[in-house]
């Protein structure tokens, strides 16, 4: 991460020097140079600690709508093509404006099938909501969002409603303003979730090495007293936390005949790699259950898909969210491709599914071309 910003900040400094070059303006290249310095700063901060949304939404922001239609101007003007540039470099802005103010509003409904030779006959036609990143902070102003992908949700008729991690930014009381509106929805089976890596409040400044209070001293921790509210809040709003832990979910079979037909629902705590916290136990999690049954796990973070389950389990469909495809998705292209190779959708392997959901919000409301998701997954006999 941090070779990759040098990098680009070098080239941002190298951006400016053209622009003084070619403007002989030093006051108004000063103030080009300003949100370079100002990116510098932000990223500088959220190094040593300082995870306050404020300095993660002015880096995106800044990068976005300036540090990136910049660098395209001058590379086209360093080729002779200023107009183009130009016209290229006031597109961007529009777009990443379009994304700030309209696009992270734009709730959108993907489905997907899961076809499984381990699917009892009594779940054909299953359907599942899968909801991922809520981020719900970013929302404290916008109310209207959460009431709004309730309305979506309970609009699908699912049989089990699913989480898979980032509920908050940064801690608990996130949640608060927002408990009446969860609690509305419903699924017959039950909604269940899991932890994703900003569930476990440890992006607070409170939460950092230095800062902790004399009452974190002598008592639990910032992180730990919010992450066990956290906890508290979502069993409150009738969501069931599995924590490296299973559900079994049942149906009378057509010929009344018993055993009734069975499958599992599983939940690992987060799994990924640093910078992100990793307490998953996908082991536990499965102990006492039977090879041969179908089962759907929740995992947080995709990667584990490919690290963890595929060819080592038989775990017919995960379902993960984590890396909101970047924010940005134009066409079939986002940056979150370079971060990860499963990212967003339908992945299979074998008899293996994954799904990564896009998510449905972010640290910073925007989003462009990755619309803000309520994922359902019809489980098929195949």
């Known amino acids: 991460m941090i070779i990759g910003f040098t990098v680009f900040f070098l080239l941002l400094l190298l951006s400016d020097v053209c622009l003084w070059l070619s403007a002989g303006s030093v006051w108004a290249v000063s103030v080009l140079s300003l949100p370079t310095l100002a990116i510098a ?13 404020t300095f993660i939404r002015l880096f995106f922001a800044l990068v976005l709508l300036c540090a990136i239609p910049k660098l395209v101007y001058v590379v086209f003007s360093l080729l002779g093509l200023w107009q183009l540039g130009l016209a290229l470099a006031v597109l961007i802005i529009l777009f990443v404006g379009y994304g700030f103010f309209f696009g992270w509003r734009r709730i959108v409904v993907r ?15 299953y359907r599942i909501v899968q909801l991922s990143d809520l981020h719900l902070g970013t929302f404290r102003r916008n109310p209207s969002f959460v009431r709004k992908m309730v309305r979506v949700v309970e609009d699908r008729h699912p049989d089990l409603i699913v989480f898979t991690g980032d509920l908050v930014n940064v801690g608990a009381e996130e949640v608060v303003p927002f408990l009446k509106d969860l ?10 979730s899991v932890m994703g890596n900003h569930d476990y409040c440890e992006y607070s400044m409170k939460s950092t090495h230095g800062r902790e209070t004399d009452a974190d001293r002598h008592h639990e921790p910032y992180a730990a007293r919010n992450r066990h509210v956290l906890q508290y809040l979502e069993e409150k709003i009738g969501w069931h936390l599995l924590l490296n832990d299973h559900v079994l979910i049942s149906r009378m079979r057509a010929d009344g005949n018993y055993p009734e037909a069975t499958i599992a629902l599983i939940g690992v705590e987060n799994i990924s790699r640093p910078p992100f916290p990793d307490y998953g136990d996908l082991r536990k999690a499965m102990e006492g259950l039977p090879e041969g049954m179908f089962k759907v796990l929740l995992s947080h973070d995709p990667s584990h898909w ?8 038989d775990i017919a469909l995960t379902l993960s969210g984590h890396t909101h495809a970047g924010q940005v998705k134009v066409a079939r292209f986002s940056p979150a491709k370079w971060a990860y190779q499963e990212w967003g959708g339908k992945y299979t392997e074998g008899a293996s599914m994954l799904y990564v959901s896009l998510g449905l919000g972010g640290t910073m409301p ?3 071309g990755a619309w803000p998701e309520v994922n359902v997954i019809e489980l098929r006999r195949g």
């Open 366 to 368: 925007f989003r462009f």
């Open 306 to 313: 490919r690290r963890g389950v595929v060819r080592q389990t």
């Open 111 to 125: 489905t997907a099938s899961c076809e499984s030779a381990l699917l009892p006959r009594e779940f054909e036609g």
């Open 41 to 53: 700063g932000a990223f500088v901060a959220v190094r040593r600690g300082f995870y306050h949304n």
């Open 183 to 192: 609690k509305q929805l419903h699924a017959p089976d039950g909604i269940y």
